[in-house]
């Protein structure tokens, strides 16, 4: 997803190529200088010089400014296209995965900015060093062989080092994969920690506590092997300075002024050996980051059918049927649970009131899910008033157990001024606990009851025909239990408004037109109310 293009390339050279010159320029300036040549300790030298040093510090500042902003083009954009990555993949995905892959798939991406200063680093300090090697070899060829030598073997020492390295790394990289799991554990189960001592004790000295101690260790021994690298190619450098000064005048290989240029020459194009050399492990951490993130974008693949905008709309709510269809998450996610919802054939009238009841781990939820189009069957079809359809969207609003307030208002309507909201605000009965028709105060923290209140205010908010509540009366106190089955439900449903509820209140049973029992993930009872509620031993046998 993050690639150079040849635009690209030919830009970054229009820049590295006259400043890679300007820059030896300079050097072969001082060289001159240095050891006295009569064409170059002229008067009107030291303009030549100041001028090359501003025309190439004016050049590196524009080039810099693109190359920001391009960077940042890409990290922006990149974070977009991710964002509306996420919310397009099904949510199957999100399950199996993790939100945590999110966060990493957004570090690796910061990690990308950095690619076009690397890509130019790397360019201008490869240039710098041919041209001081062509240089070099100008002067002497034996001499510059030699260097050229010594030069590969101190790289040749710093890549076997690396590499050896790369299994530490590995290492490294799991621990803390495990101990962000400790983490998660510590911040999202705090309350539990804080009520168990052994609990406490148990995740720090069985866990955090040596997990830390593997990675202080391997930690240490990694980057001590990285600075004893580094000082490697820092004190060949003082080897190969060693054999210039010394070795090649005994050699007769150079004379004196020649040595001076040698020394002038090395000392220049150290800078960009030692980036080179850093340069690697960047491209190392790039060559992963890229494969997560390749890796993520697959494990998140839009579901085209998913994306068919349906048009249903357009013609008011009739019916809803089920037609033998199956959902298994064996088959979504690879996981070894062989759950499998169906073949269910199902049909909901409009005005419908359903309650969806069973044991635990029964499949309500599972056919909530694939209800409301989150969960795609691997057989059947779904249609809405006779019609296929993928996507019941346009349909169904919903409240679901896990419940989520959301900071800021992302849908169609506005809540000030909106008569409907202080309407609904009184006849959940919130109207004393949110004053005031302003956003802020609908979205703050409420208690579990309360927030499963507002969820459903704003539920019925976008007017959708279908409504589906998954446990939604579970959090709710008695008195309001009542009233949301006695009165709620039989003033929506006038209304016209489909209602199914994933409900165990059997006390109100009768309230509904129909109560479909699951059992193992399939229909087990599908009878009216009338029926049910005379026999609920039944329902439950
Ligand atoms: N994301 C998932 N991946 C794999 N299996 C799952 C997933 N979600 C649920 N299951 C399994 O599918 C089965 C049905 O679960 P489901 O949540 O639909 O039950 P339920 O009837 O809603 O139960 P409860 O009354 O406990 O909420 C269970 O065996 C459960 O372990």
Not at 222 to 239: A, D, K, M
Request: net charge neutral; charged share 20%.
């Amino acid at each position: 997803m993050l690639k150079l293009k040849i635009k690209d390339f030919v830009y970054l050279l229009l820049f590295a190529i006259p400043n890679t010159f300007l820059s030896f320029g300079i050097i072969y300036i001082i060289n001159n200088v240095l050891s006295g040549n009569e064409r170059f300790l002229k008067d009107y030298m030291i303009i030549v010089f100041l001028a090359i040093v501003c025309y190439t510090y004016l050049l590196n500042i524009i080039f810099q400014k693109g190359l920001n902003k391009y960077a940042f083009k890409i990290l922006y954009e990149n974070e977009k296209k991710l964002f509306a990555q996420i919310l397009k993949a099904p949510l199957i995905a999100l399950e199996k995965h993790g939100t945590q892959r999110f966060y990493t798939a957004m570090e690796d991406l910061r990690l990308f900015s950095n690619l076009p200063y690397t890509v130019t680093h790397t360019v201008t300090s490869i240039l710098m060093l041919v041209l001081g090697i062509i240089y070099m070899f100008t002067l002497s060829s034996q001499a510059a062989a030699i260097v050229l030598f010594l030069i590969a073997l101190v790289a040749i020492c710093y890549f076997v080092v690396i590499n050896t390295m790369t299994k530490q790394v590995g290492d490294l990289r799991k621990l803390n994969e495990h101990y962000y799991r400790y983490v998660d554990d510590l911040i999202n189960g705090f309350k539990e920690l804080k009520l168990s001592q052994i609990r406490r004790k148990n995740i720090l000295d069985r866990y955090l506590i040596p997990n830390r101690n593997e990675s202080e260790d391997l930690d240490f021994k990694i980057n001590f092997v990285f600075l004893s690298i580094n000082l490697i190619s820092q004190y060949g450098l003082y080897f190969v300075i060693a054999v210039i000064l010394f070795g090649f005048p005994a050699m007769g290989l150079l004379d004196r002024t020649d040595v001076i240029a040698y020394v002038v020459v090395i000392l220049f194009i150290s800078g960009p050996i030692n980036s080179l050399i850093n340069l690697q492990q960047m491209y190392t951490r790039f060559k992963v980051a890229n494969y997560r993130i390749k890796t993520f974008m697959k494990d998140f693949e839009i579901d085209e059918e998913i994306l068919i905008e349906d048009k249903t709309t357009t013609v008011a709510f009739q019916n809803l049927s089920f037609n033998n269809i199956v959902f298994n998450y064996e088959k979504n996610n690879e996981s070894a649970n062989s759950f499998t919802l169906g073949p269910i054939n199902l049909d909901i009238k409009k005005g419908e009131v359903i309650f969806v009841v069973g044991g635990n781990g029964s499949g309500k939820s599972t056919f909530i899910n694939v209800l409301t189009g989150l969960y795609k069957p691997i057989e059947g079809t779904i249609t809405i008033n006779g019609k296929p359809t993928t996507n019941s969207q346009n349909e169904i609003a919903s409240v679901f157990t896990d419940n989520h307030i959301f900071s800021h208002n992302y849908d169609q309507y506005s809540l000030e001024g909106n008569e409907t909201y202080k309407e609904l605000l009184k006849l959940m009965e919130m109207n004393h606990i949110v004053s005031d028709d302003q956003e802020e105060s609908a979205r703050r923290k409420f208690s579990k009851g309360q927030s499963k209140r507002m969820s459903l205010i704003f539920a019925l908010l976008e007017e959708k025909p279908i409504l589906v509540l998954d446990e939604w009366a579970a959090d709710q106190d008695p008195h309001f239990r009542k009233y949301f089955y006695e009165v709620l439900i039989p003033k929506f449903k006038k209304e016209g408004k489909t209602i199914i509820a994933v409900t165990h209140d059997d006390a109100y049973f009768h309230k509904a037109d129909r109560i479909i029992k699951f059992d193992y993930g399939k229909i087990a009872t599908n009878v009216k109310s009338s029926a049910a509620s005379k026999s609920t031993q039944n329902i439950w046998s």
